[in-house]
């Protein structure tokens, strides 16, 4: 309950300091993996044509982090959470959410 109290009033501070790109789809309102894919075809045709660039190339590369938040250095997003300008009180939920935090998850290689 907490992660989305923090997210909901994250988020709309987060996005409306620019902080986001318009090229990221996780976590945000009204976006998924599906709309992400969707753009491709578009892309792809643009590269073709040679629309917005002067090749006739269009290389897809994708990246899947297994476990990304879970193995993210906490001070980074900290130190990125202080560069947006989020409000003091947000900041202070944050750093108490993220301190002395230890995940324990299970793998494919065990806990």
Known sequence: MLERVIYKRLLPVVESQG???????????????????KLVPGLAEDAIH??????????????????????????????????VGIPAYLAAIVDSYLTERRLWYDTDDGP
Do not use: E, H, M, P
Request: charged letters at 25%; glycine letters at 8%; hydrophobic letters at 35%.
């Open 19 to 37: 902080g986001l790109s318009d090229r990221q789809y996780g976590f945000r309102k009204a976006r998924s993996t599906i709309d992400a894919i």
């Open 50 to 83: 040679g629309k917005g660039s002067t090749s006739k190339y269009c290389v897809v590369v994708t990246l899947d982090v297994k476990n990304a938040f879970n193995s993210a250095n906490w001070n980074l997003i900290r130190k990125s959470l202080a560069k």
